[in-house]
């Protein structure tokens, strides 16, 4: 599993949003939350455009 740490999720409705971006890549087979910022995700790869996905939802990729 790979685990992506998202910054500025404020609320249950936030790590939803993500949530349902990871689950929608193409080759993911599970997410589940590993923390107040971050999931845990398997399968994958996870694309290079992940970062900019994010943004796109108002949130920023942790180093």
Known sequence: METVTVKGMM???CRAA??????G???VT????????????EGG???ETL???LAE???G???
């Open 30 to 41: 599970r997410v589940e939350q590993a923390g107040p910022d971050a999931f845990a995700v």
């Open 51 to 53: 970062a900019q996905d």
């Open 18 to 23: 993500v949530r349902r971006l990871l689950e």
């Open 45 to 47: 790869p996870l694309p």
């Open 11 to 13: 609320c249950d409705h």
């Open 25 to 27: 890549y193409p080759g």
């Open 57 to 59: 939802l108002g949130y």
């Open 61 to 63: 990729l942790a180093p």
